[in-house]
């Protein structure tokens, strides 16, 4: 599969983990064609497309989806 989605991409991503009682839900964003996971410490260089999909079939997915609707927000 490739990598097709533009910078600024952001997901919702929940997972389940074999042995875990309840899924975890996290925001996956693209910047500079790198992907960035909450939750995770990833030296600040981010995810290749390829290290992505291998962290995403590590663990179920119980539910994906794009972020699709943004609103600009105004900072007081």
Do not use: N
Request: a neutral charge.
């Amino acid at each position: 599969m490739e990598d097709t989605f533009p910078d600024e991409t952001i997901m919702i991503v929940k997972r389940w983990f074999p042995g875990a009682e309840r899924t975890y839900t996290y925001v996956v964003s693209k910047i500079a064609g790198r992907w960035f996971v909450t939750g995770h410490t990833e030296s600040g260089k981010g995810r290749s497309w390829d290290e992505l999909i291998s962290w995403l079939a590590a663990g179920k997915i119980v539910d994906a989806r794009i972020a699709a609707t943004f609103e600009r927000v105004v900072m007081l």
